[in-house]
């Protein structure tokens, strides 16, 4: 096992991951930028070292500074989080190229995967079901009218890089599939590239449902259930929770054996996410994308096994054995607390004057920042994951719906409405909904 990590990100999770390096016994170190300077992470590092401006190609964008501070802190390992360069392959292979220990994939896998029609054509080739859509990148609009001809409207349209669901568009017809498509080439044109386009028989009525999958160190490629998240305003998640109350146990156990199908086609290592759509009968599902990286996510699949995910990542990548997590046990529920107006969802930034978190049985909150802080416009307004567990889903309902009234952030407007009106919301609770239900409560 190396002796010291560098935490290649910021707030929550940047915490998160240095809580557990930390109980390891191994040296944490962090870096930071200027606007983040006095947050949480910062100082619970064992050491930690500034990048530069608040600007994240200055900062925490910028490869070279990463890598300096990687050397200069004496850094054997670099754990990317997520977001950032966290599937960036090119980032990937110079750590491992200086020498030092990549947490995550390998490069190689992560390319293969980035692409989303490569990895499409890749899971289709793996057996794992995909929908009708384009096997070749879309360039032109009028490749994608003739494409979408082909496949039947409506169509989801999105960059064929990138991730998060930035980017995406839905198309009924031909006019709304012009607008989609400029919409998506922006976004491509974002990540460096062409215009590379994939068109996708669009889904309505869906579950957003993704399987956790660690890769170990000799090729065995494990699945540890499924997290639906189905909850999401603009394509971005918002809650999430495990087991999906719309999956039988007949379409979990073909989704979890697809999954691992998934992780063993590109040879994963470490922790990954295959996302799957369900189709509206809860019949059927079809390849998404794959994540590979560590998910926001990623607390409910740990209530709900008991194992720490970031420790296994770093075992992992250490090469050691590591024992196969227990079966998924009780329900877990995490809601992204976030500085946006919770009608609209614009960000909302501002200066934290009261962060008081809700604590008890079966509560977790992962945050990262407390009170004074100040959330800037500089990145994802994510400020915390509150997640909940019960040995039922009504029990992990009922302490979600205290939890969320005691959580109280005054300042920056926050989410927290809207994850209490989502608690009393019927559709929500009775388990029955899908990724149009916020699109529906803002109608």
Not at 106 to 115: C, F, K, N, T, V
Request: hydrophobic share 45%; net charge negative.
């Amino acid at each position: 096992m190396f002796e010291s990590v560098l935490v290649a990100n910021r707030g929550e999770i940047a915490r998160r991951i240095i809580r557990t390096v930390r109980r390891m016994g191994l040296r944490a170190i962090a870096v930071y930028s200027e606007a983040d300077a006095d947050l949480p992470f910062v100082r619970e590092a064992d050491e930690a070292i500034l990048l530069g401006p608040a600007n994240p190609a200055q900062s925490y964008l910028d490869a070279g500074k990463v890598l300096e501070a990687a050397r200069a802190s004496g850094a054997q390992a670099v754990h990317p989080g997520y977001g950032f360069f966290s599937e960036n392959a090119g980032f990937a292979r110079a750590v491992v190229d200086a020498g030092l220990t990549w947490i995550g994939p390998s490069p190689e896998a992560i390319e293969r995967m980035g692409d989303k029609i490569n990895a499409r054509n890749l899971m289709e080739a793996a057996g794992v079901p995909v929908a009708a859509g384009t096997r070749e990148p879309v360039t032109e609009l009028e490749q994608a009218v003739a494409a979408a001809a082909g496949i039947g409207y409506p169509v989801m349209v999105k960059a064929a890089g990138g991730g998060g669901g930035i980017g995406m568009g839905v198309a009924h017809d031909e006019a709304g599939l012009a607008k989609a498509f400029e919409q998506a080439s922006r976004a491509a044109a974002r990540f460096g590239g062409p215009p590379a386009i994939l068109l996708e028989r669009y889904i309505e009525r869906a579950r957003h449902v993704e399987v956790q999958i660690l890769g170990l160190a000799d090729g065995t490629v494990l699945a540890l259930g499924e997290r639906d998240c189905s909850v999401q305003r603009r394509h971005q998640k918002v809650v999430e929770e495990t087991p999906s109350p719309g999956v039988t146990p007949e379409l979990r156990e073909r989704m979890l054996a697809a999954a691992v199908r998934a992780g063993e086609a590109v040879g994963y290592l470490g922790a990954g996410t295959v996302e799957c759509l369900v189709d509206a009968d809860r019949q059927d599902f079809v390849f998404l994308e794959m994540n590979t990286r560590l998910q926001v996510e990623h607390p409910v699949t740990e209530l709900v096994t008991g194992v720490d995910l970031v420790e296994l990542q770093l075992r992992i990548a250490a090469g050691e054995a590591v024992e196969p997590p227990p079966a998924p046990r009780g329900h877990a529920i995490e809601f992204r607390v976030y500085a946006e107006d919770p009608k609209r969802f614009f960000p909302g930034p501002g200066k934290i004057d009261v962060w008081e978190e809700p604590s008890g049985e079966g509560v977790r909150v992962d945050s990262g920042y407390t009170g004074g802080n100040t959330v800037t416009p500089f990145y994802d307004p994510l400020m915390a994951k509150l997640c909940v567990y019960g040995e039922t889903r009504d029990e992990a309902l009922e302490r979600a719906g205290k939890a969320v009234a005691a959580f109280l952030v005054e300042g920056p407007k926050n989410n927290l409405p809207f994850c209490a009106e989502l608690l009393a919301r019927p559709e929500f609770v009775g388990g029955g909904y899908d990724t149009g239900l916020v699109a529906r409560m803002r109608a």
